[in-house]
């Protein structure tokens, strides 16, 4: 069964940076791009990186990604308030006829 | 600004069917597929399936084929998706999305939808 692993939590205090790890296989994230989302409670997620470190507009230059052979993260540098929430690492999975497979999701805390 | 604007809660009975609207507004409905997801209670983000708008066709997440029916309506830029045999696993906030693709090629999502609550209770 395909799972992209992530750390349930991760905290920093306001300024810190932090990273986010997503962890994969050679069914996903090793031949596909990985995207990263933001979800706050009661509202609609967001798009935070795309095609494992491309920035939307509009999405502070504090987010960044990376990716390397079945692993990628996402880096909060600067950490502040607004930045709690859920983040998501997602990709697609090329296994059984294929389907889109979003990470355990991670809690960020601002202390 | 690109807009998906889905349709109001919903509460079932279990063995039911659910169809939720999602209307697109603010970019060429027929260049871009659409996704659905999902968020039950206390879980994470799961994909529900899509329509790719190159070839009309559908891909769902191997634990709802044959439950999902995915569409598109390109006359009124809207999208639909119908859950059926409901059970109270599927209660959750489903989400349609803008898919970043090529052509039959699913890479992510980017505008979300407002989420609909579907609640199947006896």
């Known amino acids: 069964q395909s799972v992209l692993t992530q750390p349930p939590s991760v905290s920093g205090t306001p300024g810190q940076r932090v990273t986010i790890s997503c962890s994969g296989s050679?069914?996903?994230?090793?031949?596909?791009?990985v995207y990263w989302y933001q979800h706050l409670p009661g509202t609609a997620p967001k798009l935070l990186i795309s095609?494992?470190?491309q920035r939307p507009s509009g999405v502070p230059d504090r987010f960044s990604g990376s990716k390397s052979g079945t692993s990628a993260s996402l880096v909060i540098s600067g950490l502040r308030s607004e930045d709690e929430a859920d983040y998501y690492c997602?990709?697609?999975?090329?296994?059984?006829?294929?389907?889109?497979?979003f990470g355990t999701g991670t809690k960020v805390t601002v202390l | 600004q690109v807009r998906l604007l889905q349709s109001g809660t919903e509460v079932k009975r279990p063995g039911a069917s659910v169809k939720v609207s999602c209307k697109a507004s603010?970019?060429?409905?027929?260049?871009?597929?659409i996704s659905w997801m999902r968020q039950a209670p206390g879980h994470g983000l799961e994909w529900v399936g899509w329509?790719?708008?190159?070839?009309?066709?559908?891909t769902s997440a191997q634990k709802f084929q044959g439950r999902v029916t995915l569409t598109l309506d390109t006359s009124t830029s809207t999208a639909y998706m119908e859950l059926r045999r409901l059970t109270s696993d599927d209660t959750a906030v489903y989400y349609c999305?803008?898919?970043?693709?090529?052509?039959?090629?699913?890479?992510?999502?980017?505008?979300w939808g407002q989420g609909t609550t579907v609640t199947v209770s006896s």
């Open positions: 095609a494992n470190d």
């Open positions: 603010g970019y060429t409905f027929s260049s871009y597929g």
């Open positions: 997602a990709t697609w999975d090329d296994s059984l006829s294929g389907f889109y497979l």
């Open positions: 999305a803008r898919v970043i693709g090529d052509r039959i090629y699913f890479y992510g999502v980017d505008a």
């Open positions: 329509n790719s708008n190159y070839n009309g066709k559908t």
């Open positions: 050679s069914s996903n994230l090793a031949h596909n791009y």
